[in-house]
């Protein structure tokens, strides 16, 4: 007999890691164009928490969180091709407005999954999606970036920038990351060429000629990021904290900036796969908790130490 309800973790307020709760809730149904995937795992973003305590794009809950899913695939809705029953997939749903994966099952648009890599586990491959394709759309479909060129990844030991600096390697670029020292073996082992202590040492002084930034920080080290560009270099940002300045001092160094915000993006996503299949691209799982646990996971991530990702394994 069919479970119409499922576990999910929500809130009823915006707040500190405790107003998450697991709760019995009604199990979601494809409508057309979309699977039912019977989440297996759901990675953890900064944008978790942001959306937690404040509502960002969301505005006032109930809600539930997550963007990162790999499953399998429960049921697919009316015009659905690619997938059937039985199907392991991985993707990442709309963002911001297809939120839900946190959660034992989730809907979302059949073209926002791709085929899991057989050789990555969920765990693995549920750690991707979002912070994956961030990395990949700012590289590749906004710097454009080439073999040769000369790539600064600020925060190279975090979500995004641990893919960011595999991606870049991956396409032949130079790539220098920020970290703390301790981080430093890690981000080598990434592929990194150089790696800059941001706690002793100013990356405008030790980082030159650089081609693109790769900015997760925002504010002062945005702006202060252009000074290291080229001429007709680009920086590409991913948050959006006072970005008119950014903008304006672009312009008066010739260099590009651009703001992003990451979409679900099936092609983004099938060369995500294809580069994890070859062993070019792995995230790095730093830690998993269990659905129930997840007010913990938050409070982990918002330390801002965590290396690499953090997972929530839904059906360990």
Same mark, same amino acid.
């Given at each position: 007999m069919t479970k119409h309800t499922m576990k999910a973790l929500t809130q009823t307020t915006l707040g500190a890691p405790d107003v998450l709760h697991e709760a019995e809730v009604a199990r979601p149904e494809p409508?057309? /164009? &979309?699977?039912?995937?019977?989440?297996? @795992? #759901? *990675?953890?973003?900064?944008?978790?928490?942001?959306?937690?305590?404040?509502g960002l794009f969301l505005g006032e809950p109930p809600f539930t969180l997550g963007w990162d899913v790999s499953g399998v695939v429960e049921a697919v809705g009316f015009g659905v091709?690619?997938?059937?029953?039985?199907?392991?997939?991985f993707g990442m749903l709309p963002y911001p407005f297809g939120a839900g994966s946190h959660a034992e099952y989730v809907t979302g648009p059949a073209r926002a999954f791709v085929p899991k890599p057989a050789a990555l586990s969920h765990v693995d491959a549920g750690a991707l999606?979002?912070?994956?394709?961030?990395?990949?759309?700012?590289?590749?479909?906004?710097?454009?970036?080439?073999? /040769? &060129?000369?790539?600064?990844?600020?925060? @190279? #030991? *975090?979500?995004?920038?641990?893919l960011a600096v595999?991606?870049?390697?991956?396409?032949?670029?130079?790539?220098?990351?920020?970290?703390?020292?301790?981080?430093?073996?890690?981000v080598r082992g990434l592929?990194?060429?150089e790696v800059i202590d941001y706690r002793t040492a100013d990356f405008v002084a030790e980082a030159r000629d650089i081609d693109v930034v790769l900015d997760s920080l925002g504010g002062e080290n945005c702006l202060r990021s252009l000074e290291v560009l080229k001429p007709g270099g680009i920086l590409v940002s991913i948050l959006p904290d006072k970005w008119d300045p950014v903008r304006d001092r672009a312009?008066?160094?010739?260099v590009r900036?651009?703001?992003?915000?990451?979409e679900h993006d099936q092609a983004g996503m099938a060369a995500i796969a294809a580069l994890a299949e070859s062993g070019q691209l792995r995230a790095h799982v730093s830690r998993t908790y269990a659905l129930s646990e997840a007010a913990k996971a938050h409070t982990e991530g918002e330390t801002g130490r965590v290396t690499g990702k953090l997972v929530l394994a839904v059906r360990p």
């Open positions: 409508g057309i /164009g &979309q699977i039912l995937v019977a989440v297996h @795992a #759901a *990675g953890l973003n900064p944008t978790d928490w942001k959306h937690r305590e404040g091709s690619l997938f059937e029953p039985g199907d392991e997939v999606p979002l912070a994956a394709l961030t990395a990949w759309q700012a590289l590749v479909d906004n710097a454009r970036i080439a073999p /040769g &060129q000369r790539v600064l990844v600020h925060a @190279a #030991a *975090g979500g995004v920038g641990h595999q991606i870049a390697k991956a396409r032949g670029a130079y790539v220098i990351g920020t970290a703390s020292a301790a981080k430093h073996d890690f592929g990194a060429d312009r008066e160094l010739g900036a651009r703001l992003m915000l990451v």
